[in-house]
């Protein structure tokens, strides 16, 4: 059995080793929460991108459809004026001009053809990159309120457990209160620990056989050689 204040310093360091662990997962839930909005946020940039894809496209295509009607129109004009042509040097030299222009207009309407093929595909994409938003948004706001209730459920336990806690140290004499908040910063968060096979269970190191006998007891407060910490006899 350990001595009464050690019970009292063991019963501390839980409670303090609680608050710990819990502010330890509070932490952690901001920077998870933003880890999770920068996914959205990737999602919203490779939609914007699909969608500007897109629209380079339609433009390519409006540009190539005014280009075509030049040509067309081009053309119709210049089948008109054969008509009035008299010349045969100049009658051929339009002919020619119409055969270019009809040329032309066959390569633009292909271009066209396969702009259209790609904006198809554009478009595909964009659905695509949509739905993905969509899930990730949705994603987002359900794992977003189930950690803000997770935190606000911590806080509240912090908010507990710091209050307990302070009730605890309340019951310890200031000098060894002082000594065991020393050690709990100084080793790690265990300032308390029971002895295992003969050894300090904080720093493993084995105890002499006077100084175990002592712990066994129960009688004095008895602190490791090596590390300083505290001991007690779990048993
Ligand atoms: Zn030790």
């Known amino acids: 059995m350990p001595v009464p204040e050690v ?22 839930i901001p920077p998870l929460i933003q880890e999770l909005e920068s996914r959205v946020q990737g999602a919203r940039g490779a939609r ?6 897109n629209a380079q496209l339609e433009k390519a295509r409006r540009l190539k459809e005014g280009e075509l009607k030049l040509v067309e129109e081009q053309a119709r004009e210049k089948q008109a004026r054969l008509y009035e042509i008299r010349k045969n040097e100049e009658y051929s030299a339009v002919l020619k001009e119409i055969e270019l222009l009809k040329a032309k207009r066959s390569a633009l309407e292909e271009e066209i053809l396969h702009l259209f093929d790609r ?4 478009g595909r994409t964009v ?39 302070a009730g605890q140290a309340r019951r310890i004499e200031t ?4 000594s065991y908040t020393r050690l709990l910063k100084s080793r790690g968060g265990l300032a308390v620990v ?13 105890l002499t056989p006077q100084t175990h006998n002592e712990v066994r007891k129960g009688e ?10 505290i001991l007690y006899w779990k048993g």
């Open 119 to 122: 904006i198809e595909e554009a």
């Open 7 to 28: 019970e009292e310093l063991i019963a501390l360091q839980q409670l303090d080793r609680r608050v710990v662990a819990l502010e330890g997962a509070a932490r952690a």
């Open 175 to 178: 000098g060894l209160l002082q």
């Open 194 to 206: 029971p002895v295992k096979d003969g050894s300090c269970s904080g720093c493993f190191v084995a």
């Open 127 to 165: 659905g695509v990159r949509e739905a993905e938003l969509r899930e990730r948004e949705a994603d987002f706001a359900r794992l977003r309120a189930a950690k803000e209730v997770e935190l606000e459920r911590l806080q509240q336990e912090i908010g507990e457990f710091t209050r307990r806690r």
């Open 48 to 53: 914007e991108a699909a969608r500007e894809a």
């Open 220 to 229: 004095v407060l008895v602190t490791c050689a090596n590390c300083q910490r």
